[in-house]
């Protein structure tokens, strides 16, 4: 009996035992703050729902949405420039030829063919032929202005307006608030060539490009790449602009082409950039106004 109960009583002990080790590991793991049956607590500062990295935050999309918004601002108004210069050249050359037929007047065929060569739509070229007709259609004349920016850099200003005063005026004074200097007639102009310009959106191979110059009776080209990556400049003689566009045509790339005669200079200036960026406050400034229809530099970079 003495034997039993001694045994039952070691029994209890060893039940107790391993009681206490069974508390004893639980609170253990309490105090270490896990256990093999807990999850890590979420710190508080993570509390708030963090958004996935692939995501833009509100902040970043109104950014973007700003500069997508400014971009297209440009774009649309660079697009307005130029279809008011072609509406504006094909009046005058309706006046000037006498004859609303792009065929018997030559200079309107050509125009015309230029501004499709930039975009321009059917409608705002027919708007102005038959704006060229009415007996109140105003009187455009072309304009050249010279001016002298900082760093070295200069200015040719191509204007089309029917208002010279206003004009010169309106040129005269976006300059000088920015920091440049009208140049006096020719000062500057001697330091350009005038060429023929053909802006192509792709890469052009230069040896395919010649063959195709030569089939369309192009004497005289150069090859250089564009402003943006992946285009390309084709400059050629004023006279064979024509027949470059033609030639980039049979290419298959007419589609976003565009051909123009541009002042090219003959010795480019590199300025600092705050220079540059002086300059080209100017040129922003000028290209405001609505008889500017360009602005042609000398700089490098």
């Not at 209890?12 to 049956?37: E, P």
């Not at 206003?166 to 040129?171: E, L, P, Y």
């Given at each position: 009996t003495i034997?039993?109960?001694?045994?039952d009583?070691?029994e209890?002990?060893?039940?107790?035992l391993?009681?206490?080790m069974k508390?004893?590991?639980f609170?253990?793991a309490?105090?270490?703050?896990?256990?093999?049956f807990t999850?890590?607590?979420t710190?508080?500062?993570?509390?708030v729902?963090q958004?996935s990295p692939?995501?833009?935050s509100p902040?970043?999309?109104?950014r973007?949405?700003?500069?997508?918004?400014a971009?297209?601002?440009k774009?649309?108004?660079?697009k307005?420039?130029?279809?008011a210069?072609?509406?504006?050249k094909i009046i005058?050359?309706?006046?000037?030829?006498?004859?609303?037929?792009?065929v018997?007047?030559l200079q309107?065929g050509?125009?015309?063919?230029?501004?499709?060569?930039n975009?321009?739509?059917?409608?705002?070229i027919?708007r102005?032929?038959?704006?060229?007709?009415?007996?109140?259609?105003?009187?455009?004349?072309?304009?050249?202005?010279?001016?002298?920016?900082v760093?070295?850099?200069?200015?040719?200003?191509?204007a089309?307006?029917?208002?010279a005063?206003r004009?010169t005026?309106d040129?005269?004074?976006a300059?000088s608030?920015?920091g440049?200097k009208?140049?006096?007639?020719?000062?500057?102009?001697?330091?350009?060539?005038?060429?023929?310009?053909?802006?192509?959106?792709?890469?052009l191979?230069?040896?395919e490009?010649?063959?195709?110059?030569?089939?369309a009776?192009?004497?005289d080209?150069?090859?250089?790449?564009?402003?943006?990556e992946?285009?390309?400049?084709v400059?050629?003689?004023?006279?064979e602009?024509?027949?470059?566009?033609?030639?980039?045509?049979?290419?298959?790339?007419?589609?976003?082409?565009?051909?123009?005669?541009s002042?090219?200079?003959?010795a480019?200036v590199?300025?600092?950039e705050?220079?540059?960026?002086?300059?080209?406050?100017?040129?922003d400034?000028?290209?405001?106004?609505?008889?500017v229809?360009?602005?042609e530099?000398?700089m490098?970079?």
């Amino acid at each position: 009996t003495i034997q039993l109960i001694a045994y039952d009583y070691a029994e209890q002990i060893v039940q107790y035992l391993v009681q206490t080790m069974k508390y004893a590991c639980f609170a253990i793991a309490l105090l270490s703050g896990a256990s093999a049956f807990t999850v890590p607590s979420t710190p508080a500062s993570s509390a708030v729902k963090q958004e996935s990295p692939s995501r833009l935050s509100p902040l970043f999309m109104g950014r973007a949405a700003a500069v997508r918004a400014a971009t297209k601002g440009k774009t649309d108004a660079k697009k307005a420039k130029t279809n008011a210069y072609y509406g504006k050249k094909i009046i005058m050359a309706v006046k000037q030829g006498g004859s609303s037929d792009p065929v018997a007047n030559l200079q309107l065929g050509m125009l015309i063919k230029a501004a499709k060569a930039n975009s321009v739509p059917m409608d705002n070229i027919n708007r102005a032929i038959k704006r060229a007709t009415e007996k109140d259609a105003a009187d455009f004349t072309e304009s050249t202005f010279e001016a002298y920016g900082v760093g070295g850099a200069s200015f040719i200003i191509n204007a089309l307006s029917d208002n010279a005063n206003r004009c010169t005026a309106d040129i005269r004074s976006a300059v000088s608030k920015k920091g440049g200097k009208m140049a006096e007639s020719g000062s500057v102009m001697f330091m350009y060539d005038l060429k023929g310009k053909v802006e192509v959106p792709a890469v052009l191979d230069e040896e395919e490009l010649l063959m195709a110059a030569i089939d369309a009776g192009v004497d005289d080209m150069e090859l250089v790449d564009g402003d943006e990556e992946g285009t390309s400049i084709v400059y050629t003689d004023p006279k064979e602009t024509g027949a470059m566009f033609d030639a980039i045509k049979a290419m298959g790339l007419e589609e976003g082409s565009k051909m123009s005669l541009s002042h090219v200079t003959k010795a480019p200036v590199e300025c600092t950039e705050e220079e540059f960026e002086k300059n080209m406050a100017i040129i922003d400034a000028l290209e405001e106004l609505d008889d500017v229809d360009s602005v042609e530099h000398n700089m490098s970079n």
